[in-house]
């Protein structure tokens, strides 16, 4: 049955204005980063993409190297946008990366000009795209100059191969150095993604300012703590979870029972306030005025929904703030 999507899919999510441009997110967007692999039900993940799509979220965000196997995310989500999402197209905004390690040799990973360059035209082949709308440099590289590296950004927007350039995993200075090389060259940083969570706050020291003084948009990565910060693990660790999976980014040891008693607790102040653990720890994220959108990862479709009922209270009270704060010390 062809696919056709829900006609009331923009009536309840929000739209986040990104830094100083004139692209705007949704509040809620989804990573392949886990579950849409080779080694995942391509029916699954079909499902996924088109559930959200449905509940208003536009924005899809991949990498070279998710999968597994590497690339594989790209080819599956490049499948569902052919069979279902063509005539979409220009109301989704897609985004890829490069930068960890992809093929063997000197010109597989990091931050070169050629690297960046024939990772993006290999991501395009398996998407089966043209162009993606965001293209980032997904890591700093210690040794090519920033120079060479922002210049590639700028030559592939230029090329009509991305529409606009972003960051990830940058640190404040390298941030700021990379924002005034791209304005430079006349092809600004539209937006720099880094991992961001209750239990991971380094953003908060000098990244969020920086971006706030740049006016350059952020989205999150791993808001919900690879799903430490929802009503999963509240129990312990259950059969089938990501922290159970050999190729998870959440291991057995980060559950410890310290970690367990915090998330227990904020779970507490969530019911109190008539949501859910993870809609409380993805409205702490977007408190931030420039935080254009925070980046989930899901496999069932009842979690999408569950993360798009976040936008229902944005809001955090002062005291609530407080008691946050009380529980993460």
């Known amino acids: 049955m062809a696919y056709e999507a829900e006609e009331t899919r923009y009536s309840s999510m929000h739209y986040n204005r990104c830094g100083r441009s004139g692209l705007r997110l949704p509040a809620i967007s989804l990573g392949l980063w886990h579950n849409f692999g080779g080694v995942d039900s391509g029916k699954t993940s079909r499902a996924m993409v088109l559930g959200a799509f449905d509940l208003g979220i536009t924005h899809f965000d991949l990498a070279n190297n998710y999968g597994p196997p590497a690339g594989s995310a790209e080819e599956s989500f490049g499948h569902i946008l052919s069979q279902d999402l063509k005539s979409y197209r220009d109301q989704l905004v897609v985004s ?22 024939s990772s993006l035209d290999q991501s395009l082949r398996r998407l089966g795209l043209d162009y993606v709308d965001i293209f980032y440099h997904h890591r700093p590289d210690p040794e090519t100059p920033l120079e060479e590296t922002m210049g590639a950004l700028d030559h592939i927007v230029r090329n009509g191969k991305a529409l606009y350039a972003g960051v990830s995993n940058y640190g404040p200075e390298q941030l700021q150095q990379a924002a005034a090389i791209l304005k430079s060259l006349g092809t600004p940083c539209l937006i720099h993604q880094p991992a961001y969570n209750m239990f991971n706050r380094r953003p908060e020291e000098g990244l969020i300012q920086a971006l706030t003084t740049e006016n350059i948009g952020c989205i999150s990565f791993s808001p919900l ?64 005025p420039i935080m254009t959108s925070a980046l989930i990862g899901a496999s069932k479709v009842a979690q999408l929904e569950d993360a798009v009922g976040a936008v229902n209270n944005l809001s955090l009270s002062a005291e609530e703030l407080q008691a946050i704060e009380g529980i993460l010390q």
């Open 96 to 117: 890829t990366k490069a930068g960890y390690y992809m093929w063997p040799g000197p010109y597989g990973e990091w931050g070169s000009r050629k690297y960046l360059v």
């Open 225 to 288: 703590a690879q799903g430490l910060l929802t009503d999963k693990y509240l129990g312990g660790i259950p059969e089938g979870s990501r922290a159970t999976k050999p190729h998870g980014a959440l291991k057995p040891a980060q559950i410890t029972e310290e970690r367990l008693a915090k998330v227990r607790a904020l779970n507490q102040l969530a019911l109190a306030r008539g949501q859910t653990l993870a809609q409380l720890a993805l409205v702490w994220v977007l408190r931030h």
